[in-house]
């Protein structure tokens, strides 16, 4: 039978269920990902399931969000999470070594291997030939442990790829394409699979810039080939023997198609404040920006940075304008120094950070009131610059750098110069001492627990009635960011869950806490739209909500990753069955479900009865029989410690190299 390599990544992989679409499957976790935005919490979890190792062929942690250090919080959170990589046998990835989506790439990505990572863009490594998922930190916990991770199996969609890249054009602005063609929702359920001979002119980073923002399409992962050019990258890397050649069969199949003539894609830039709002940068050209950025895991490549340098080489920035560097790693930032790439963007006025996510996550970096900032990184959703009425606009390098030159919105084409083409060296200036090993199995060791580091809030299980009001409405594609936002103030609360809570839904609503606070002993409704809980996979917009009492959620549909992080703590995630119930409910109302347990035990619908209003809706749900249990226990980690799933057979992590 031939197979396309999305279905070769998860045949190998497979350890429950079968490969039909839509039904539950189980696959083994070779390596895990975490940052320390989530990993604190991913490590107290491990601390509670009370297992003294990691069970997997290679788990890191990375810290590379929450690097400004105002207080003690955040040193607090670095030493904590090295200690538990010490005592727990994990890779520990020092503050300043970079972003962990390009560092695993360079460090430990391996085709055919599967990833599991607390961070929405873990798929980045497709890029690779890997089977790379971003999920809730409970799930990457659980295959820290050796347990399977658990998914639907997804329809795979082949994306066929023709032609080359015109000049000024760049990988961002075919993801970008995509995401015109098909919004931020067009990839649910899904697994997005690049072929065909355009592949021949991307380099793996430019696949990694592709792959990272499948997650913006919502699919729930990217996949390319293991061809020449990942070869040439792991070889570039210092680690060629770790390549094995995977491509599709000839004649493979998948269950959608699309084409692409790279040819015909020109510079495109996504509009504030989603990603799917993308137009042509000719349509918007003029519009006076205040920021241009340059960085993240969506550009996080040698060549991104190059390319803006010989952009800006023998100019100077606008000078209303803050031309701002985030070099992705440590590694490439010694490349851009050794190369003199770094001398040409300083000495044309760009403002250098450290390696790390930075501005992406508003740790830092704020764009000015009211003014447009032009960034490379993958997403632009309400306020999460840092500034709650931000114009944050994404688009490739090539337009940042020429509309930092210009100070306007800039179509690269117009620049009226020759396009400083840049190929990367064949070898490289290697960084591997920021990482720091596994402590031998025969030590011990005490985790350091800073003031601000709480134990995980015990919850409890689901009543067999569960009544209380709709503390909040809202409509479509609410992301974790307006759920739990995330910047310099409230990320430094991630392992304290009773202080984070105090930040919940307040981009929406400032009085949320204090009506949660309340009633949190009685339990609280949310009612929401389409696409509810899309964008990044912190649990915490779902365990923080569950601390304030929330109880269910009634959406007309749910982004991937924060439906599961729903059930894994507890959170009862309901459909309406007619979407226009949801005009009917309003914020304030008294919604009621009776004999809850066993109608979600027995079957997939449940009726909700509007106490205010007198009527009753019909809702359902899509889960599994181990996610009923799991809800209904009040969570995974109460559902593993019933159960006892945690004594797994599989074997310890084995050594490895970077």
């Known amino acids: 039978m031939v197979k396309n390599v999305t279905q070769k990544l998860i045949e190998s992989h497979l350890v429950e269920g079968r490969m039909n679409p839509g039904e539950e499957i189980g696959l083994k976790i070779d390596q895990t990902l975490t940052q320390d935005a989530t990993g604190t919490l991913v490590m107290l979890e491990f601390e509670a399931l009370g297992i003294p190792r990691v069970r997997t062929e290679i788990s890191a942690q990375y810290v590379d969000h929450n690097l400004l250090q105002e207080d003690f919080k955040n040193p607090d959170d670095h030493l904590f999470l090295r200690s538990a990589c010490k005592k727990f046998g994990l890779w520990y990835s020092r503050p300043g070594n970079g972003v962990s989506h390009p560092v695993h790439m360079e460090r430990f990505g391996m085709p055919g291997k599967t990833l599991l990572g607390s961070d929405s863009h873990t798929c980045s490594a497709g890029s690779l030939g890997m089977l790379a998922i971003g999920a809730g930190g409970l799930e990457v916990t659980m295959a820290m442990a050796g347990e399977p991770f658990y998914v639907d199996m997804p329809k795979i969609w082949g994306v066929r790829l023709l032609g080359e890249l015109p000049e000024w054009v760049s990988a961002k602005d075919v993801i970008l394409e995509m995401l015109r063609r098909h919004d931020v929702d067009g990839g649910l359920g899904k697994i997005i699979e690049y072929y065909g001979p355009g592949l021949k002119g991307l380099s793996a980073m430019d696949r990694h810039v592709i792959a990272n923002m499948g997650a913006e399409l919502g699919a729930t992962t990217t996949v390319f080939p293991s061809d020449e050019a990942v070869r040439l990258f792991l070889k570039s890397q210092g680690r060629e023997d770790v390549w094995q050649e995977i491509v599709a069969d000839e004649d493979a199949r998948y269950d959608e198609y699309e084409e692409i003539d790279l040819a015909e894609i020109e510079p495109l830039i996504a509009l504030p404040s989603s990603p799917g709002n993308v137009v042509p940068v000719r349509e918007v050209a003029g519009r006076e920006i205040y920021q241009s950025y340059i960085g993240s895991s969506a550009n996080p490549g040698l060549r991104d940075f190059a390319i803006a340098a010989l952009i800006v080489d023998g100019k100077q920035v606008h000078d209303r304008v803050s031309f701002d560097i985030n070099p992705t790693s440590r590694q490439i930032l010694e490349n851009l120094v050794e190369s003199g790439l770094l001398g040409k963007l300083i000495h044309a006025g760009a403002r250098l950070h450290q390696a790390g996510c930075g501005g992406c996550i508003g740790m830092g970096q704020a764009p000015a009131t009211g003014r447009i900032s032009l960034r490379t990184v993958p997403r632009n959703f309400p306020g999460r610059s840092g500034v709650k009425d931000d114009l944050v606009y994404l688009c490739s390098p090539e337009t940042a750098a020429a509309s930092a030159l210009t100070g306007v919105i800039t179509d690269p084409r117009t620049l009226g110069m020759k396009y400083p083409r840049y190929n990367e060296p064949e070898t490289l200036r290697l960084n591997t001492e920021m990482l720091v090993p596994p402590a031998a199995e025969d030590q011990s060791y005490e ?53 984070i809570s105090k930040f919940v839904f307040s981009p929406i609503d400032e009085t949320y806490y204090d009506r949660a606070m309340a009633c949190r002993s009685q339990g609280s409704f949310v009612v929401a739209g389409a696409n509810y809980g899309q964008g990044s996979s912190r649990e915490h917009a779902a365990l923080a909500p569950r601390y304030l009492g929330l109880k269910a959620v009634i959406a007309k549909s749910f982004a991937r990753i924060h439906l599961q992080n729903l059930s894994n703590f507890g959170i009862l995630p309901l459909l309406f069955s007619s979407p226009d119930d949801w005009e009917r409910i309003a914020q304030g109302d008294v919604l009621s479900i009776p004999e809850l347990r066993d109608s979600i035990r027995q079957g997939n619908r449940v009726k909700v009865i509007n106490r205010t209003k007198n009527e009753t809706y019909e809702a359902e749900h899509r889960m599994t029989k181990r996610q009923v249990e799991t809800v209904l226990a009040g969570g995974l980690i109460n559902w593993v410690r019933a159960s006892q799933r945690h004594t797994s057979s599989l074997s310890p992590q084995t050594g490895w190299s970077p």
């Open 447 to 499: 985790l350091e627990k800073g003031p601000n580091i709480k134990p995980l809030p015990p919850l409890e299980p689901l009543p067999d009635r569960l009544e209380g009001p709709v503390l909040l409405k809202v409509g479509d594609a609410i992301s974790t960011d307006e759920i739990m936002p995330a910047g310099a103030k409230v990320l430094p609360f991630r392992s304290n869950i009773p202080a």
